[in-house]
């Protein structure tokens, strides 16, 4: 039966993956080339296994060192995460936050539920709201935190992402070349009007309203069906449906970015440590948005 594997041999060995070398290794951690070579050395012993082919400008990985190498970076992370949710100070209080529909079955939930069980003394209150209502809470003192979308890019807070707001159609149903074309929209939505209708009126599209929701998922359900195309956001697209580009005669109707506001009034450290975690959550969405 074989020892098992030291966290500190994985350490070395992943120093030894990203520089490639035992001596750049050494010189990162601060440690001499033979403690590095000897480090590897036993982590090959105990594994059984051959992990770096040495060369004359360096190492490579063996077969054997590519598979342990995501198993490594798992542990370490592991063990860092541990590390510090034991070391930090436990947060207590109330933390309010908005959010849209959009992101409450996607983005949020997991980076919301890890907060939940990182500071279990916190009390959240999630609103799932439309943007204009949710910004008028969080001006109203009843929400911390607010993820609300800015379509005229004049809205202060910080940016996200950035997710688009395209015509989406189902797979399945070509419902894009009827005329007039069956749409899905919001029921009193001014964005609609200005945004989603205005843009069918630039492209010079007959239109008519076959179905109208108070939810974005009630605008899936739609699209899904084959009911209607909608206006979706772009990371927002339910499986079976597609957006619509320009190569089909739809360009986008916004570029949304993703802001998240604060409450000017009040904030804590809770807030503060809520509001990174949903930046991370966002972290993936945060390149530049596609073509």
Not at 106 to 113: C, D, E, I, Q, R
Not at 145 to 174: K, N, Y
Not at 240 to 251: N, S
């Amino acid at each position: 039966m074989r020892e098992p594997i030291e966290s500190d041999l994985l350490r070395t060995f992943l120093v030894v993956v990203e520089t490639a070398n035992f001596s750049a290794a050494a010189q990162r951690v601060g440690r001499t080339q033979s403690a590095i070579s000897a480090a590897i050395k036993k982590l090959e012993d105990t594994i059984g296994e051959a992990l770096f082919e040495r060369g004359a400008r360096g190492v490579v990985l063996t077969r054997q060192g590519v598979q342990l190498v995501p198993y490594a970076r798992r542990v370490i992370d592991l063990l860092s995460e541990a590390a510090a949710t034991i070391r930090s100070k436990p947060l207590g209080g109330p933390v309010r936050i908005g959010i849209p529909e959009e992101y409450s079955q996607t983005v949020l939930p997991a980076a919301l539920a890890a907060f939940a069980v990182r500071h279990p003394a916190v009390e959240v209150t999630i609103s799932c709201d439309y943007t204009v209502r949710n910004i008028a809470a969080l001006e109203r003192d009843e929400l911390d935190l607010a993820v609300v979308f800015d379509w005229s890019d004049q809205m202060s807070g910080e940016v996200l992402c950035i997710d688009p707001t395209v015509w989406v159609t189902s797979i399945v149903h070509r419902l894009h070349d009827i005329d007039p074309l069956p749409i899905a929209t919001y029921r009193d939505s001014s964005w609609c009007r200005d945004f989603a209708l205005k843009s069918l009126h630039q492209l010079g599209r007959n239109y008519r309203v076959a179905f109208i929701a108070d939810t974005s998922s009630g605008l899936k359900n739609a699209v899904t069906a084959g009911l209607a195309v909608t206006t979706l956001s772009r990371s927002n697209i339910p499986p079976g449906c597609r957006e619509l580009t320009t190569e089909d005669g739809f360009p986008p109707v916004d570029s949304s970015r993703v802001v998240l506001r604060r409450n000017t009034f009040r904030s804590s450290e809770a807030v503060r440590e809520l509001a990174e975690m949903v930046r991370d959550a966002f972290q993936p969405m945060a390149g530049p948005p596609m073509a």
